[in-house]
């Protein structure tokens, strides 16, 4: 394998970890202050593609893009309203099964709305054939994109829950609810909020992936267990750390589709999985647990 190869499988995985992480942050989003874990994450990425790629057919691109991020984050707090909050107090295994529902529900909706037909946006900027040469190898610039905004996610996360109030304060509904109330802090709406804009980062990815990977209906459900698989490893609750996993898992899977079969990269996120839950159930850059 030359260096072109290389740094062509290199940026691939990199590009996909992105992707991985930007899916695993809305995962911690909610799981940082509801204590959480929503299977539905993958369903908003491609709600957000798929009416952005409807807006698209009326409207400039950009404007597309932000009305679509904007009706995905309603989409995302009506689903709290009506799915979770009068089951939140309920045990985890059956709050999971309900946001396994909800992604059941949405993904059958969105093939009622736009069947199986495979849809992709246009690049953001050049176009399919346009490429950014680096060691030899060609490098499509809307993985630029995917990067960015995968950069700028981290950056204003990580700004948002320590430097402003409502950051903060969905910190400690997450750390301990009833005091949070008793601070006066109204839990409710800042559950709504977290899924609001866990959906609203969801569709946002969704968009910047969809001219590379192009979207269909029904790929939320594996992009939500690469993200499930990303966040367990980086720490639940870590942005951070979702980034360097997913980037690993990117790179892994680059590494085995270098030299195996397209078909074992599939395997390697549930290797990983099952790997972490065995071996460091907290994640590389959570709390080990204690036995």
């Keep these: 394998m030359n260096i072109a190869q290389v740094v062509q499988y290199a940026m691939s995985g990199i590009t996909a970890g992105s992707i991985y992480a930007i899916v695993a942050i809305g995962?911690?989003?909610i799981y940082s202050t509801t204590g959480i874990v929503n299977f539905a994450q993958g369903e908003f990425v491609v709600l957000g593609a798929m009416l952005a790629i409807t807006l698209a057919l009326y409207m400039p691109l950009a404007l597309a893009i932000v009305l679509a991020v904007a009706v995905t984050s309603l989409v995302?707090?009506?689903?709290e309203v009506l799915f979770i909050r009068r089951f939140r107090h309920?045990?985890?295994m059956r709050l999971i099964i309900i946001t396994i529902g909800?992604?059941?529900?949405m993904r059958e909706g969105m093939l009622a709305i736009w069947d199986e037909k495979v849809r992709a946006l246009p690049y953001f900027s050049g176009s399919s054939i346009s490429s950014i040469s680096l060691l030899d190898a060609?490098?499509?610039?809307?993985?630029?994109w995917v990067l960015g905004v995968c950069a700028a996610t981290v950056a204003l996360l990580t700004?948002?829950?320590r430097f402003t109030l409502t950051g903060k304060a969905m910190r400690a509904c997450s750390d301990d609810p009833m005091a949070a109330r008793l601070c006066g802090i109204s839990d409710g709406r800042l559950v709504t909020l977290s899924f609001m804009v866990s959906a609203a980062i969801g569709a946002l990815a969704g968009c910047v992936i969809s001219p590379v990977t192009q979207t269909q209906y029904d790929m939320g459900s594996p992009l939500a267990i690469k993200g499930f698989t990303v966040a367990i490893l980086g720490g639940m609750g870590n942005s951070m750390g979702a980034v360097v996993a997913?980037?690993?898992?990117g790179l892994v899977e680059a590494a085995?589709?270098?030299q195996f079969p397209v078909a074992y990269k599939e395997a390697v996120s549930i290797v990983v999985l099952l790997l972490v839950l065995v071996l460091r159930p907290g994640g590389l850059f959570g709390r080990r647990e204690q036995t």
């Design 102 to 105: 909800l992604s059941i529900i």
């Design 138 to 144: 060609h490098i499509s610039p809307q993985i630029l």
């Design 256 to 258: 085995v589709m270098s």
């Design 159 to 161: 700004l948002f829950f």
């Design 90 to 92: 309920a045990s985890p």
């Design 27 to 29: 995962f911690n989003i």
């Design 76 to 79: 995302g707090g009506l689903a």
């Design 246 to 249: 997913g980037l690993m898992l």
